[in-house]
Every structure is written in C-alpha cells, then in structure tokens.
C-alpha cells in the first residue's frame, strides 16, 4: 500500500526523511514529493507550507497526483485541553473549522450547506495508535482538533473554540487534511504534539518546542508504519 506522509512544516517531516534515509524527488505544484520505502511500505512525504489552503493542494496531490491509499499526518499543535502539556501527543477523532462563519444565515459556527461541522476521524487508525501508545507507554489523548487560518495566542480566542466546538488541540492544516481523504475515501490519521497551548507565551514557546514536539510526532508516526 502506498501512504502517504504530511506535515506542514518541513521541521515536520525532516525526522521522516532522516529515518527512511534514501528517497527520490519529485517537484509538483510548487512543491516537492519525496517517495520512499519503510517497514515495507511504499511512501510519498510532503509537508505542504502553513494554512488550510496549501494543505487542501497539498493532501489532494498527494492521492490524486502520486496515488496515496492511506495518509498519516505528522506535526504539533497548541494545547487546549488543560491535561495536554507541551510535547504531549494527540490524535483526532473529529476535525472542524473554528474560523468558518455563515452564521449571518442562521448556521453553527464550522457549518456550510453540502458539509458538516464536524469531520470524523478514521475508528481503525485511531485503534493502531492506541495499541503504538500501549506498547511504547505513552500516553496518547484523542481528542477533538479545531483548524483555522489563525496562530491562535490568546486566552479569550481559545476560550472561545474550546467553548464553541468543544476542541482539545488547534492548528491549521488538520481539517483541511480530513475534508480531502473523507471526500477521496482514504483513510486518514491526523497526528499532533503540544508545542504551545495557545496562550499570550504561544508564540515564543512555538518557536523553542516545534522541532523537538515535530519529532515526538514523526516518532509516533514511524511506530505506526510498523503495524499496519
Ligand atoms: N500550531 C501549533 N500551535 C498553534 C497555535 N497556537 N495556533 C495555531 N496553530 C498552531
């Protein structure tokens, strides 16, 4: 099975690449895939740049463009969730858009016709995870991420999507990801460890903890080839 493997930000697939060691290059769509093997899969790795829109690109490429039948995505998140401290890891069981707004039309926040709030995450994946984090005695939370093209650095604005969607974690590229696989039928699972939590400090803790939570992640991530 060919699988792909997506960051955002290249601290978050270095360790990916590190590990698999060799890999050929393919420049696509002002990007650059990297195909490889490991644990006996066949990958194609990108990470995409910040946001929901080059993910959107980034996550359809990769199924459409180099034929990915599953997708793994590997990076860090801000906190919410007073139980998850920096360099904790997360996995999704829902996905939504805390920076979506038509509730000029009477619509929940997160909402457009022909969508849904809330995307769920894959149920069988999400159980490999568990079983990585059983065997490795981490631990892992799943949880409800919230996405918006937003570094969220305040209490009031985490307050705010905690409240309104219930969220444990937020980034920017996770739902994105989901909407792309649910629509595609691939299997996804969307990976985060705390690198801030999103507070007044987020800025200069993002930029201390993102390569050392990336690589908590992409550890993760590597664990999971091995059992699928
Ligand atoms: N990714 C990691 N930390 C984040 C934050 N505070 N806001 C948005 N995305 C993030």
Same mark, same amino acid.
């Given at each position: 099975? +060919?699988?792909?493997? #997506? ?9 990916? =690449? *590190?590990?698999?060691? *060799? ?13 490889? +093997? ?15 829109? &080059?993910? !959107?690109?980034?996550? %359809?490429?990769?199924?459409?463009? &180099? ?10 998140a801000g906190g919410i969730? $007073? *139980? =998850?401290?920096?360099?904790? =890891?997360?996995?999704?069981? %829902? ?12 619509? $929940?926040?997160?909402?457009? $016709? ?19 984090? +059983?065997? #490795?005695?981490?631990?892992?939370? *799943?949880?409800?991420? /919230?996405?918006g093209?937003q570094f969220v650095h305040s209490q009031d604005r985490k307050n705010w999507i @905690? ?5 444990? %974690?937020l980034e920017m590229?996770? !739902? ?8 595609? @039928?691939? $299997? &996804? ?6 690198s801030d939590v999103a507070d007044m400090d987020a800025s200069f803790n993002f930029d201390e903890?993102?390569?050392?939570? /990336?690589? @908590?992640? /992409?550890? &993760? ?8």
């Amino acid at each position: 099975m +060919k699988i792909a493997i #997506m960051g955002a930000m290249p601290e978050e697939i270095a360790p990916i =690449l *590190e590990k698999i060691g *060799e890999y050929t290059t393919t420049k696509y769509a002002h990007n650059t895939y990297y195909e490889g +093997k490991y644990a006996g899969h066949d990958l194609v790795i990108a990470y995409s740049k910040i946001g929901k829109v &080059f993910s !959107t690109l980034t996550a %359809a490429s990769l199924i459409e463009k &180099f034929g990915a039948q599953m997708l793994l995505f590997s990076g860090v998140a801000g906190g919410i969730n $007073p *139980e =998850l401290r920096i360099g904790d =890891l997360i996995v999704a069981t %829902a996905l939504c858009q805390h920076d979506l707004d038509i509730t000029a039309f009477g619509h $929940p926040h997160g909402y457009v $016709p022909e969508g849904s709030q809330f995307i769920q995450a894959e149920e069988k994946l999400i159980a490999v995870a568990n079983r990585v984090a +059983k065997e #490795m005695d981490i631990t892992l939370k *799943e949880g409800i991420i /919230a996405t918006g093209d937003q570094f969220v650095h305040s209490q009031d604005r985490k307050n705010w999507i @905690e409240t309104t969607f219930k969220a444990d %974690a937020l980034e920017m590229e996770g !739902t994105s990801v989901a909407v792309v696989c649910e629509a595609l @039928e691939v $299997p &996804f699972l969307i990976l985060r460890a705390i690198s801030d939590v999103a507070d007044m400090d987020a800025s200069f803790n993002f930029d201390e903890f993102l390569e050392s939570s /990336a690589q @908590e992640s /992409a550890v &993760f991530i590597l664990k999971i080839l091995e059992k699928i």
